[in-house]
């Protein structure tokens, strides 16, 4: 699997799904006591407060929070587009802006599409990481549809030399338009994706959780720094997180 997701093997624009999660389960842990709320810095509520943490991902909310959730998503993942749909108000509103549970998101990436989308996204200055995220996964059809209506495009990108396939591809499959009408501009993308220290760490930070945490699909959820079985989506997620006090 760490093999496939080098940037020297990112030769073809292969296939965009990985193979499914297992089905979720509910949390057997005893219901733990009621977790007290901690109050957000003057004028800012948690979940608007975000940094890059050292791991390569970006958190959001109180970095001391008591109940630290890590999710591992691909841009082009279904289910990770489905959890940030049906988890992103509720999960900011009753635990995130509560101070009591923090959420941090590592890039995991699986195909050139995905690693050129998250190196954009990482490009733009922390407070744009989870909106920028949360509009991809929105808009991941239409992401998949202009990446497949230029196969030859495509191919022709991933022909070139590193430092300039990945402007090439984000040309050929318009995700540059995609960014600029969010706000970035032209230059930015093409200077983003021209750093190859920009894929390079995307790819160092996929493959080192391959190898810790023995990640094998998206979204993979660390709680305390554990990995969280059986939880591939919001509804036993926020299950779990009830059970540790969050309520």
Known sequence: MAASLRIALLSSLGVLTLAGCG?????????QA????????????????VSATAEGGYVMGNPDAPIKVVEFASLTCGACANFSRQS?????????DSGRVSLEIRNFIR???DATAAAIVRCAPAERYFPLSENVFASQADLFAGAQANPDGGESAMALDPAARFPALAKAWKLDEFFQS???????????????????RLE????????????????????????????????????????????
């Not at 977790?35 to 810095?41: E, F, I, N, Q, S």
């Not at 990995?227 to 509804?235: K, M, N, P, R």
């Open 23 to 31: 089905e979720a389960t509910s949390d057997p842990a005893r219901e």
């Open 182 to 200: 969010r706000g970035m501009s032209a230059d930015q993308v093409n200077s983003c994706l021209g750093n190859l220290d920009n894929i390079a």
């Open 204 to 247: 160092a930070a996929t493959n080192a959780a391959i190898k810790q945490y023995k990640i094998a699909g998206t979204p993979t959820f660390l709680i305390n720094g554990q990995v969280a079985e059986g939880i591939d989506s919001w509804g036993p997620l926020r299950d779990r997180l009830r059970t540790m006090g969050a309520r």
């Open 111 to 113: 195909d050139p599409l």
């Open 88 to 96: 992103s108000e509720e999960l900011k509103r009753d635990f995130v």
């Open 34 to 49: 009621v977790v007290a709320k901690v109050a957000a810095p003057a004028g800012k509520s948690w979940s608007e407060t």
